[in-house]
């Protein structure tokens, strides 16, 4: 079935570090990808998204790459801060109603 | 103005008991769900629904059982609580066509069984 594996937690990082947190999936088909971040105490936010290869989705100074040929979905930042802090998702949907979720990666970022 | 609102937001409540979650969303969105969130952040779909009508329903036990009034609104009710009922119940929204779209949770409900 389709899923998405993610990098285990958790991570821990100083300020201004470079962050990279693994995702790869497997998939009947091409679907789109996500990124999701949870902070503590509150819902899942979408983060970024694409929706075919070589698109590079991008927010807050995130970005991943949809790589068809490692099947990745990486995400990364130059340089974090103490506010990313939070739970990582990674997630998969063909038909935007089937949405599936890796397991998470905890972030946390020290000053 | 928030988008996807739960009530409550904590639960506490002794075994055997029956309670409800409600969710309500304001986006307009046609599809509404149900993931519940365990200790380590697993994130498990329990339900969706798309303009009232019930179309994703995994293995859940049956002492769960949503019920959409409208497409704006999906509740949660839970009868007989257990301890490993234990957890945080989120609600999402999203639009029905293929998008993507991405989805929009609610900020949790932390139910706690004692």
């Known amino acids: 079935g389709n899923s998405v594996t993610q990098m285990e937690g958790p991570v821990t990082l100083s300020e201004e570090a470079f962050l990279t947190i693994n995702c790869t999936y497997t998939?009947?088909?091409?679907?789109?990808l996500f990124w999701y971040v949870q902070y503590p105490g509150e819902g899942l936010q979408l983060l970024l998204k694409?929706?075919?290869?070589?698109d590079k989705g991008s927010n807050k100074g995130f970005e991943a790459t949809y790589r068809k040929e490692t099947t990745s979905f990486h995400l990364e930042k130059g340089s974090v801060q103490v506010s990313d802090s939070a739970v990582y998702f990674c997630?998969?949907?063909?038909?935007?109603?089937?949405?599936?979720f890796g397991a998470g990666t905890r972030l946390t970022v020290k000053p | 103005d928030t988008a996807v609102s739960q009530t409550p937001k904590y639960l506490v409540t002794q075994m055997g008991n029956d309670k409800s979650i409600k969710c309500e969303q304001n986006?307009?969105?046609?599809?509404m769900y149900w993931y519940k969130q365990d200790s380590k952040k697993f994130l498990k779909i329990m339900f969706s629904?798309?303009?009232?009508?019930?179309?994703i329903n995994e293995t859940v036990p049956n002492r769960f059982s949503p019920k959409s009034p409208d497409k704006a609104h999906l509740n949660l009710h839970i009868n007989s609580l257990e301890l490993g009922d234990s957890a945080v119940y989120f609600c999402?929204?999203?639009?029905?066509?293929?998008?993507?779209?991405?989805?929009?949770f609610g900020s949790g409900t932390r139910l706690t069984v004692v």
């Open positions: 999402a929204s999203s639009p029905w066509d293929r998008g993507p779209y991405g989805y929009t």
């Open positions: 998939a009947t088909g091409y679907p789109s």
């Open positions: 986006l307009g969105h046609d599809t």
């Open positions: 997630a998969l949907s063909f038909n935007n109603n089937d949405m599936r």
């Open positions: 629904y798309n303009n009232k009508e019930l179309i």
């Open positions: 694409a929706t075919k290869a070589d």
